[in-house]
T-cell receptor, first 117, second 114 residues
């Protein structure tokens, strides 16, 4: 069983388009995250949601909008795509670190490679 | 300021050599958590280990071992008798008790040459 899944795995699109990446976790976790990994492999958190509530919103263009229909899903919608948005986007989930006595690791999805032409 | 520093950008070793990947972190919290992740060429991020700040005991898992030293704010990772399958990018990460996000280092790309 896949713990954290993302679709699509690859996404190639033209500048200016709007696209979405979906993420689902079946681990029963309360907290989900989106990360961006650039061409130099640098991983940077974008958003964190806990029980459908936005917890972390790093400095990300407002063209990026996360949506969490329920605690098992966190989708990422991107408007007006730009060349600089090309990257690998990772979804992750964990137990709520504010509730557990021991911080639990984040489980990552397989990543979505976005290429903007 | 970078909270997690992995000074080694790329390392190449010959198969069966031992290799140590360095990780230095910075935090003012007394309670924090450190992690190592592996990202093989296939691209997924694989969890390797978690260590909390109150547990300085070193850990060994097969050919992998981790050396946590609070005095030097380091959490180094050693692979003994390296194998080609160890070739990957390895990330060290920190999480502080005051927040719920990870701070990842910039990664060390390890190449094991057969």
């Amino acid at each position: 069983d896949t713990a954290v899944s993302q679709t699509p795995k690859y996404l190639v699109t033209q500048m200016g388009n709007d696209k979405s990446i979906k993420c689902e976790q079946n681990l029963g976790h309360d907290t989900m995250y989106w990360y961006k990994q650039d061409s130099k492999k640098f991983l940077k958190i974008m958003f964190s949601y806990n029980n459908k509530e936005l917890i972390i919103n790093e400095t990300v263009p407002n063209r990026f909008s996360p949506k969490s229909p329920d605690k098992a899903h966190l989708n990422l919608h991107i408007n007006s795509l730009e060349l600089g948005d090309s990257a690998v986007y990772f979804c992750a989930s964990s137990q709520d670190p504010r509730l557990t006595l021991s911080y639990n690791e984040q489980f990552f999805g397989p990543g979505t490679r976005l290429t903007v032409l | 300021a970078q909270k997690v520093t992995q000074a080694q950008t790329e390392i190449s070793v010959v198969e069966k050599e031992d290799v140590t990947l360095d990780c230095v972190y910075e935090t003012r919290d007394t309670t924090y958590y450190l992690f190592w992740y592996k990202q093989p060429p296939s691209g997924e991020l694989v969890f390797l280990i978690r260590r909390n700040s109150f547990d300085e005991q070193n850990e060994i898992s097969g050919r992998y071992s981790w050396n946590f030293q609070k005095s030097t704010s380091s959490f180094n990772f050693t692979i003994t008798a390296s194998q080609v399958v160890d070739s990957a990018v390895y990330f060290c990460a920190l999480s502080e008790s005051t927040g719920n996000q990870f701070y990842f280092g910039t990664g060390t790309s390890l190449t094991v040459i057969p």
